[in-house]
């Protein structure tokens, strides 16, 4: 879903965060113009023979910041806008940082997230970055783009050109994005709640105060301003939302606006979809939740038995039964199911980035294409154990892997798969490979034997394999866990390859 759409208050939202590293400041005068490290370009298969009906496939189109060696946890997005005219703002954060399970109480100190805002072109180079980085870390962009402003928000908040990522302002307002005005409000740790104020991002400049509208603490206001309408959480012990007519001397024009006061979640995923639950928690079962056309009041779906919605700080999106699968808002059809969690959805658009295992992004397009998926033999030429290695990691076994003793499989035509030191198994087998060369994707069932304790492993087990030489070019490499063994290997299970 676009987030220039108010992101609202969100009750059923799960969360998820990646970590990522730093990068050098070039000089104010001249935008620095660099190739993403070791990327994987557009991807141009030869074409895939015509072999029954067209279908639509989500094709692994290119990386965004790949890093540029694969043993190392880098370059990781915290939030992702592409641009109409091609090429992204991105936030890469400074200091990525995942850690092991521990038996201990706690699994380390907590390290905030500090980002870096840098402009890409179509292909993925940087060609501009945010010059203060010493002042300001970002973590969160809103994009105006026919304004030429990037608002990018933290400790605080900067409006940035979007050419140069010079600094225009700077607030301690947050902004909600509707058309081409930022609804800026004060997000307040403590009481009392405050106002908001219609703002022109470039200038920061006030067009409309709207003192009566009260923002209370660490909450998010939600504006329909085609119904003369705002939301925010009440500060009131006995209600769940308060609605404001946002010009006081007329009134709300949302039709149904009767049964939505009713609610005790709203979540705002368009300007023309919202999702609403009218039950709270308890009783040991989620509460239903309905997809409704705002326009009309009429419910396009209903959830009973699982959560709809996936909201973090930079992406929200109607899901499936899990995380992973993407339902069209529009009609809650069934839409992409995902390799690991996005860092940018727009179905709208057809652009889905999601983020790859050892930091950077893949971007993954829609298009019509011909071809079904098949499978491929699992052909096994070694394994063992790579205790450097942590977490799950596919990667060339080109003689470059973080892994000794599997050293003298390396080859052409060969992957290395390590289920890291996560999950406490010594043990795992690969069990099925599918290829789907419409979409470029390598998917790898994974059984995963049983874990010994509640503690990371400590070997790390590892399997080198050798893929047939028809499959040449760029792959987007998924790792999923057999039934019986969901979420086992966490959601950093996808990576791209280049095979030649």
């Given at each position: 879903?676009?987030?220039?759409?108010?992101?609202?208050?969100?009750?059923?939202?799960?969360?998820?965060?990646?970590?990522?590293?730093?990068?050098p400041s070039s000089p104010r005068s001249a935008p620095v113009v660099q190739a993403s490290a070791a990327p994987v370009a557009e991807t141009s298969p030869a074409p895939v023979a015509p072999t029954g009906p067209s279908r639509v496939v989500w094709r692994f189109a290119q990386t965004l910041l790949l890093p540029p060696d694969p043993n190392v946890y880098a370059n990781v997005l915290l939030d992702v806008e592409p641009l109409d005219g091609g090429g992204w703002v991105v936030v890469q954060d400074r200091s990525p940082v995942r850690r092991l399970p521990t038996r201990g109480p706690s699994g380390g100190p907590f390290?905030?997230?500090?980002?870096?805002?840098?402009?890409?072109?179509?292909?993925?180079?940087?060609v501009a970055r945010q010059q203060d980085v010493q002042t300001f870390a970002p973590t969160h962009v809103v994009l105006f783009e026919r304004s030429g402003v990037v608002v990018a928000e933290g400790a605080g908040t900067r409006g940035l050109d979007l050419q140069t990522l010079d600094t225009l302002w700077s607030s301690d307002a947050e902004c909600?994005?509707?058309?081409?005005?930022?609804?800026?409000?004060?997000?307040?740790?403590?009481?009392?709640?405050?106002?908001?104020?219609?703002?022109?991002?470039?200038?920061f400049t006030v067009f409309r105060r709207y003192p009566h509208v009260q923002v209370g603490q660490l909450t998010t206001p939600m504006i329909l301003s085609d119904w003369n309408l705002a939301i925010a959480r009440s500060l009131a012990p006995d209600r769940s939302f308060e609605f404001f007519p946002l010009d006081p001397t007329a009134p709300i024009t949302l039709p149904w606006i009767g049964r939505l006061r009713q609610a005790k979640s709203i979540l705002l995923l368009s300007a023309d979809r919202v999702v609403v639950s009218y039950e709270g928690w308890g009783n040991g079962r989620l509460p239903k939740s309905e997809l409704i056309d705002i326009p009309t009041g009429d419910v396009v779906a209903s959830f009973d038995d699982w959560l709809p919605v996936f909201a973090n700080q930079s992406v929200v999106y109607l899901q499936g039964a899990t995380p992973l699968q993407v339902l069209d808002p529009r009609d809650a059809a069934l839409g992409p199911g995902l390799p690991t969690l996005p860092v940018y959805v727009s179905l709208e658009k057809g652009i889905i980035v999601v983020r790859l295992g050892n930091g950077g992004a893949a971007?993954?397009?829609?298009?019509?294409?011909?071809?079904?998926?098949?499978?491929?033999?699992?052909?096994?030429?070694?394994?063992?154990?790579c205790p450097s290695i942590d977490f799950a990691r596919v990667q060339l076994a080109d003689g470059t892997a973080d892994c000794a003793s599997l050293a003298g499989a390396a080859g052409a035509r060969r992957i290395l798969v390590s289920i890291g030191r996560e999950t406490d198994t010594d043990a795992f087998e690969i069990t099925r490979i599918s290829v789907d060369e419409a979409a470029r994707?390598?998917?790898?069932?994974?059984?995963?034997?049983?874990?010994?304790?509640?503690?990371?492993?400590?070997?790390?087990?590892?399997?080198?394999?050798?893929?047939?030489?028809?499959?040449?070019?760029s792959w987007l490499v998924a790792l999923e866990p057999e039934p019986g063994t969901p979420g086992a290997l966490g959601f950093s299970t996808a990576f791209a390859l280049d095979l030649r």
């Open positions: 879903m676009k987030r220039s759409v108010a992101l609202a208050i969100v009750l059923v939202a799960v969360g998820s965060c990646t970590p990522a590293a730093d990068a390290t905030p997230r500090r980002g870096s805002l840098m402009r890409l072109d179509p292909s993925g180079a940087i909600v994005a509707v058309v081409d005005r930022c609804y800026a409000y004060y997000p307040a740790v403590l009481p009392p709640g405050g106002p908001v104020e219609e703002r022109e991002p470039r200038s971007v993954l397009r829609r298009e019509a294409a011909y071809g079904s998926e098949y499978a491929v033999p699992v052909t096994k030429i070694a394994e063992g154990f994707r390598l998917t790898l069932g994974v059984r995963i034997g049983e874990a010994h304790s509640n503690g990371a492993a400590q070997r790390a087990p590892t399997q080198v394999i050798e893929l047939p030489a028809a499959l040449r070019g």
